[in-house]
């Protein structure tokens, strides 16, 4: 019989504080009721001292999913725990993460403290969390650079505490898949009651190793890992959910199975990724838009022979169905809505399925073909609808030798505007433009276009950050006129630094 690994997605907590990819609660509970499609074991909603919105969002996460544990992150502090206990209130399955620093450079820098004084204060609070609930998680932060000896005695005392899980997290990604491998098979080997607590991973990519590491914890004796959609998260990111269990599926004779549907991945990557403005690199393992591409002669041939020469997985193992429906300008709402279902997307609401379905045939009589990628961008144009600030036109002339002349019409909270001016290229015209009309100092400080597919009428994404007042915004634009999506990319900054 295999070995069963629990799967923890942190996509909401440690995924969602990457720069710019902030959700709302509704945003939050669309991925959260996904990942329960997708079999995650534990949902970890947030840090809910950290803001109101955190806090509210677990509430309300916890109320939206049935059978995955909710799980709330505090510091080992009473009143984090006090208020992760409140936010967890409606959870059906309920699990406080709490944990404290545990290596040398933590202790001394970050705690200004000593190796007892830190045990204690993490069993102090394991103890407090375990009055509330009864799956408390522990996280040993920094253990990947905490000397195996001291990292025992920590685990071992939480876990006589009432600890159910213990993490032991490469916090800045710097093991050595071998180095990590050995830390959870000294944990195994040297701390006393180990079989009373289920230990888990926690990977940062930092080094490129984080799927790494963390099948050597598995191979060890972990059976929790601790991962993200598409690998997002601080940094280089985290451990990727679709690569370790692709690995488990395609190498079955390690005999360890997850939960997961691994058909719904490539739908929950592509919420992931256009509900948090992260676009995905093409040649990201699994998901990516060329995981499955073959551009070599050699390799085609070999494939056309036979698939087996060149892939290792089925795409339809991962969600990507050969014979989907191709949307045109003469597909109906009926299509549209079932490929919206089919991508994970959510809408009971006819009226917002009417406004999708009518910026759906304006970008269809652009194109021959919508694709899954330009569904998922219009999903979320409804986001847009309550904004103070919107872009009523747009129209640029551009040349080859003479300056760009750009006019734009704005509409800001029921008023109209109107500006032009004139730029070193098209975008520089425009954006000039829509400052003339806002009349604030802002400054770019990021500006990336990324082309959604390979078409030239295809959707085009643009992200921008931009730093007003002190503070950085990020801006997202999607368009199939790039100089148009700049302009949304910019509105949605200011919209953001208006109502701040």
Known sequence: MSDRLFIFDTTLRD?????????????????????????????????????????????????????????????????????????????KRKRIHTGIGTSDSHIKYKFNSNREEIIERAVAAVKYARKFVDDVEFYAEDAGRTDNEYLARVVEAVIKAGATVVNIPDTTGYCLPSEYGEKIKYLCDHVAGIENAIISTHCH?????????????????????????????????????????????????????????????????????????MPVQPNKAIVGRNAFAHSSGIHQDGVLKNVETYEIMNPKDVGLDDNAIVLTARSGRAALKYRMGVLGIKIDNEEKIDK???????????????????????????????????LDYLQVTTGKGFKSVASIGLDISGQKFEEAATGNGP????????KKVIQKKMVLKEYTVQAITKGSDDLGKVHVQVEYDGN???????????????????IDCINKFRIK
């Open 15 to 91: 995924g969602e504080q990457v720069p710019g990819c902030q959700l709302n609660t509704v945003e939050k509970i669309q991925v959260a009721k996904q990942l329960e499609a997708l079999g995650v074991d534990v949902i970890e909603a947030g840090f809910p001292i950290s803001s109101p919105g955190d806090f509210n969002s677990v509430r309300e996460i916890s109320k939206a999913v049935t059978w995955p544990t909710i799980c709330a992150l505090t510091r080992a502090v009473e009143k984090d725990i006090d208020v992760a206990v409140d936010s967890l209130k409606y959870a």
């Open 205 to 277: 990519n930092d080094l490129g190793m984080a799927t790494a590491n963390t099948l050597s914890g598995v191979l060890n004796g972990a059976r929790q890992v601790e991962v993200t959609i598409n690998g997002i998260g601080e940094r280089a990111g985290n451990t990727s959910l679709e690569e370790i269990a692709m690995i488990l599926k395609c190498h079955k004779g390690i005999g360890i199975d997850t939960n997961i549907n691994t058909t719904k991945i490539c739908p929950t990557s592509r919420m992931v990724s256009s509900l948090m403005n």
């Open 356 to 390: 999708i379905y009518k910026e759906f045939l304006k970008l269809a009589d652009q194109k021959k073909e919508v694709t899954d990628d330009d569904i998922l961008v219009l999903a979320g144009a409804d986001r847009a609808d309550t904004r103070a600030v919107s």
């Open 427 to 434: 975008v520089d015209a425009a954006v000039k433009a829509l």
């Open 472 to 490: 950085l915004y990020y801006g997202f634009g999607a368009n199939t006129d790039i100089v148009t999506a700049s302009v949304e990319a910019y």
